[in-house]
């Protein structure tokens, strides 16, 4: 069975320094990974996905995730934080063929000026 | 394109009405998904939608939960009665084919039971 771990709930920045945000799955085939963002009273926007091709995938906005598949881990980074960049973050995890998506708890990124 | 759009952005309703959600998917997104988000159990799936046909209503939680695709450009979820524990955030998402393309949600409808 499918799962996905997100490690912290909360996470604490100051600006302008890096940004990382823990995701582990489980999944018995060749999953699909996504990173989805939340901003306050906002839908959730695909930042990035990881669907078996390149293991460093680039998002929008500065963000990128490398697939570990010895670690079961699919952690986001940013070099940099930005005050925009506050809001709830998702992993999700589907596998390839099926249509259901597995969310993880979220974290929610906080931005200190 | 102006994305995946909801209707209404806030519904505030009394215990015992019923409730009608509406979402526009993206014009020619083939699949619409139904989600359900609160701080007690996250974001949870309700009912998935191929070529308008539902393929699983699995999560819809009581038989007060219908969910319709008349057509492909519109989806509604309705609630009769409505009660407060189903107040919450609802998503509407759309995708073509494959779900690993990743899915475009809605923003979302936030119902309050009173």
């Known amino acids: 069975a499918q799962s996905v771990t997100q490690l912290d709930s909360h996470v604490s920045v100051s600006e302008g320094t890096p940004v990382l945000l823990r995701c582990n799955y489980s999944s018995s085939y060749s999953p699909s990974l996504f990173w989805y963002v939340q901003h306050p009273n906002k839908g959730l926007q695909l930042l990035l996905k990881y669907t078996s091709a390149a293991t460093l995938v680039k998002g929008i906005n500065g963000f990128e995730a490398e697939f570990k598949k010895s670690e079961t881990s699919f952690h986001l980074t940013k070099p940099s934080a930005h005050m925009s960049d506050a809001a709830e973050y998702f992993c999700?995890?589907?596998?390839?063929?099926?249509?259901?998506?597995?969310f993880g708890t979220g974290t929610r990124l906080k931005v200190l000026a | 394109d102006a994305g995946v759009i909801q209707s209404p952005r806030h519904e505030v309703t009394e215990m015992g009405q019923e409730v009608t959600l509406r979402c526009k998917p993206i014009s020619g997104h083939n699949s619409l998904f139904w989600y359900r988000q609160t701080m007690m159990r996250g974001l949870e799936l309700l009912i998935y939608f191929n070529n308008n046909v539902p393929i699983d209503d699995s999560g819809m939680p009581e038989d007060r939960f219908s969910a319709k695709m008349p057509n492909a450009s519109f989806s509604t979820l309705k609630i009769q009665p409505s009660e407060p524990r189903d107040s919450a955030v609802y998503f509407c998402?759309?995708?073509?084919?494959?779900?690993?393309?990743?899915?475009?949600f809605g923003s979302g409808t936030r119902l309050t039971v009173v």
């Open positions: 998402a759309s995708t073509s084919g494959a779900v690993w393309y990743g899915y475009t």
């Open positions: 999700v995890v589907s596998e390839i063929g099926t249509y259901k998506y597995i």
